[in-house]
């Protein structure tokens, strides 16, 4: 069942949605910082062909960048990369660290930005990935498209699965599989945490943007749609709870669902190593987007 948190006190929850208590390889307090630094260091080593600052809605909107590998087809696949720090911190600075190794499979690299709470609320945060996601199916039109995100940015990413494209202009589903790691797919006990602080989450917000509890829209998915979950084995109980019940969801729809806990990773270093072409993580998500058919 769903867990609603009322039975245990303030102090309780927020150690269960705080990753940084639960990483065994520095003190929480310093953990964040290193990630951040660590991400920030590795996109400086990315000198390819790029662009920086993509105004994707329009002047004055929120941006992307664009890593290119040599020699890039029209076909290229494009890998994109929405950035965690729970909807109020991190960026597209903190979003390219694995351009080099994708860049050199052949992939294209686009790293998402969006406005930050308390700036921004969930439906607008929600609804700035959707238009980032319109402008890169309509700029590459004959690529596939795998969407990628970590801790808040894997729940922006499972919001964009439920989404009818439709309303956005275009004919059909964009995306030829997802990849979500560490993710949030219940904000009902996000709810009830010190994030909400910041975040300020409606009742409305918390069921329309809860993945778990919009499953039934994603009946529009591809045949043969992919979704790899993946996790660090030093993760909080709840993170590996929300994804369990989130798989579990899914299970009745017609897609491959993979579900990986990568032992020794906590929630940052999950995604750290994304810069080394040879992580076990870096194996798993290339196979599984050479596996994906070529509609």
Known sequence: PLITMTSISR?????LYSPSKWSRRLPSDEVVAVHARKLMEAQTKCHVRRELNVEYAGPGSQTLDI???DGDRESSDVFIYIHGGYWQFMGTEHSGFMALPFNAHGIIVAAVGYDLAPKATMTLIVGQCRQACVYL????????LFVCGHSAGAHLAACLLAT??????????PFSGAILLSGIYDLTPI?????????????????TFSPIKTVKQLSALPTHF??????????SPEFKRQMAEYRK?????????????????????????????NSALNKLILDAMNSSPRL
């Open 11 to 15: 102090e309780e929850r927020d150690y």
């Open 137 to 144: 199916r309509l700029k590459f039109p004959k690529s596939r």
């Open 191 to 207: 709810q009830q945490t010190y994030v909400n602080d910041a975040l300020q989450l409606t009742d409305e917000e918390v069921m």
């Open 226 to 235: 992919s979704v790899l979950l993946a996790i660090g084995e030093q993760e």
């Open 164 to 173: 009818d494209w439709s309303h956005y202009g275009l004919g059909g589903f």
């Open 249 to 277: 969801e899914l299970q009745p729809l017609d897609l491959s669902c993979s579900l990986h806990e990568l032992m020794g990773d906590d929630h940052f270093s999950l995604t750290e190593q994304m810069e080394s072409d």
């Open 67 to 69: 890593y290119y590998p």
